[in-house]
Structure formats: structure tokens, C-alpha cells
């Protein structure tokens, strides 16, 4: 069944940088899309980036466009999401699913904890 493990949250002042990442298991990975979604407290879960099948095409919501990029490898079935210049508005935990900014899954994953502040 699928399994998708993120990883790589954490605590951070403003201004610093992350690396997320996402293992995926139990579906054939290069055939999906994949998206990054976040939910911070007291909001709806939103798409923040996605990227395709080859990673060839990706889209940013507005709010993470210039500071985040998504990227994948197929060969080792994971997705990762560079945060930049982080910013206190980016504190939230952060999921990974398939689709592009429409998740293919019921199933999430337990997300992982970003913090930013000072």
C-alpha cells in the first residue's frame, strides 16, 4: 500500500533555509506527479509546490514562489523541497502526496514539523 515518510523539518530563525524530504513507497513512483502540500495551525492543508513525472515541469503557490524549489529523484523514489529564506508565515507541517496540487492519495503520511521564528 502507499507509504510516504517526510522528513527534514525542523526549527529555523527567519531567513534560513531547509531540506524536506519525502520517501515514497507502494505505488510506481515515476508514474505520478508529486506534491507538496502544508497546514498550519488553525488553516486548511494548501499545495505549495508540485512537479511532474520527470520533474521536467513544476509550479509554486505565489506565497513560496523564488524561495522554494521541488525536485525529485525517480531512481531512489523520493521529493524534496529547498526552503529558503524562510519566513515566520512558512511555520506549518509539511506533507507530501501524488498528483499535481490535487492529491492522489487518501493516505498521508505523519508530515514533518517546520518551525520558523526568532
Known amino acids: 500500500q502507499v507509504h510516504l515518510v517526510e522528513s527534514g523539518g525542523g526549527f529555523v530563525q527567519p531567513g534560513g533555509s531547509l531540506r524536506l524530504s519525502c520517501a515514497a513507497s507502494?505505488?510506481?513512483?515515476?508514474?505520478?506527479?508529486m506534491t507538496w502540500y502544508r497546514q498550519a495551525p488553525g488553516k486548511e492543508r494548501e499545495w505549495v509546490a508540485a512537479i511532474s513525472t520527470a520533474g521536467i515541469s513544476t509550479n509554486y503557490a505565489d506565497s513560496v514562489k523564488g524561495r522554494f524549489t521541488i525536485s525529485r529523484d525517480n531512481a531512489k523514489n523520493t521529493v524534496s523541497l529547498q526552503m529558503n529564506s524562510l519566513k515566520p508565515e512558512d511555520t506549518a507541517v509539511y506533507y507530501c502526496n501524488g498528483g499535481y496540487k490535487i492529491p492522489s492519495f487518501d493516505y498521508w503520511g505523519q508530515g514533518t514539523q517546520v518551525t520558523v521564528s526568532s
Open positions: 507502494g505505488f510506481t513512483f515515476s508514474r505520478y506527479a
